[in-house]
C-alpha cells in the first residue's frame, strides 16, 4: 500500500504545489466563454496555452485568453504546440516568457510530422537543453521510451509527460507497461500528455501511478464540453485514491469469499 497521506496529496511541480492533477488546454473549444466554463467544471489550476495558435496580447485588436482566464486565477503553461524543431520551440517559448512577464513553468513539445504529432526526440532534447540553461522550467511531452524520459530527467526538466497514445486520437493508454517502467524510474514527476478519450483512461492513468493528466480534445471535442469537464475531475481523483488505497492483488482461480467460512450455521444439533 502506498504510504502517502491523502489529506497531504499535493501535485509539486517546479516547487510549486497545486491540489488539482488535472492540467486542461485552452484550445478546440467553441469561444472563450466555453472554455472558462469548462477549465472551472474541471478544478484544473494549470491550463495549457498554445502560444501560436492563442492570443494572449500578441493581438491587440482580438479577444485575448487573459480576460477570460487571468494569470492571477491560474498558473499558465506556454507551450510551443505546431513546432518542428528545436530552434522554433525555444523562439516561441522565448516569447511566452515576454508577453507573460517573465514567466518560466513552460511546456516543451516538438513534432515529428503534421499527420501523427509525435514526438521528435532528437529535437526535443536539444531544446531541452537549451530551455533549462536559459532558467525555463519545462515539462516535456515526450514519447513513451524509458530511455528517453530519463535522459530528459537528466538534463534537468520538471516533469516528463509521455503520450498514452496520439494526440487527439482519444484511444486511450496504449502501452502501459512503458509508463510503469517511466514511473518507477523517475524521480520527478510524470503526467500523461496526450489520448486521453474517456475518464476511463484518465483513471488507469493515475491508477498506473502517474503524478496527473494533461488533456485538451478529450473535453473540448466532448459533445458536452463543461460536463466531460467535470467528469474528468472525477475519475482523476478517484484513479489517485485508488492508487494510494494499494489495490488488492490480482489471482487467478483463487476463489477468497466475501464473508467469513467458519462458524456457520449448519443445522446440526
Known amino acids: 500500500m502506498n504510504e502517502k ?3 497531504n496529496d499535493a501535485l509539486v511541480i517546479a516547487g510549486k504545489s497545486y491540489h488539482s492533477r488535472l492540467l486542461v488546454g485552452t484550445g478546440k473549444y467553441k469561444d472563450f466563454t466555453e472554455t472558462r466554463a469548462a477549465i472551472d467544471a474541471s ?3 494549470i491550463v495549457t496555452v498554445a502560444i501560436r495558435r492563442t492570443n494572449i496580447g500578441q493581438n491587440e485588436n482580438e479577444p485575448s485568453l487573459l480576460d477570460y482566464l487571468p494569470p492571477d486565477e491560474f498558473t499558465y503553461l506556454p507551450n510551443t504546440a505546431g513546432c518542428y524543431s528545436a530552434d522554433d520551440a525555444v523562439r516561441t517559448l ?3 516568457r515576454e508577453l507573460l512577464d517573465g514567466h518560466k513553468l513552460v ?9 501523427t504529432l509525435y514526438p521528435n526526440v532528437i529535437e526535443t532534447l536539444a531544446a531541452a537543453k537549451t530551455l533549462v540553461s536559459e532558467g525555463f522550467d ?3 511531452y515526450t514519447s513513451d521510451d524509458p ?8 538534463i534537468g526538466c520538471c516533469a516528463v509527460m509521455p503520450l498514452a497514445s496520439l494526440i487527439g486520437s482519444g484511444m486511450g493508454i496504449l502501452n502501459p507497461w512503458n509508463l510503469q517502467i517511466i514511473i518507477e524510474n523517475a524521480k520527478i514527476p510524470v503526467l500523461v500528455d496526450a489520448g486521453v478519450g474517456c475518464t476511463a483512461d484518465a483513471a488507469i492513468a493515475m491508477e498506473l501511478g502517474c503524478e496527473g493528466v494533461l488533456m485538451n480534445t478529450a473535453i473540448a471535442a466532448a459533445q458536452n464540453p463543461v460536463l466531460m469537464a467535470s467528469a474528468m475531475k472525477k475519475a482523476i481523483e478517484a484513479g489517485r485514491e485508488s492508487y494510494l488505497a494499494g489495490r488488492m492483488p490480482k489471482k487467478l482461480y483463487s476463489a477468497s469469499p466475501s464473508s467469513p467460512t467458519t462458524g456457520l450455521i449448519t443445522g446440526n444439533g
Open 43 to 45: 478544478g484544473a489550476q
Open 147 to 154: 530511455i528517453i524520459a530519463k535522459q530528459l530527467e537528466d
Open 107 to 115: 511546456k516543451l513539445e516538438v513534432l515529428g510530422d503534421p499527420k
Open 94 to 96: 522565448r516569447l511566452a
Open 5 to 7: 497521506n491523502e489529506m
Open 138 to 140: 519545462v515539462m516535456v
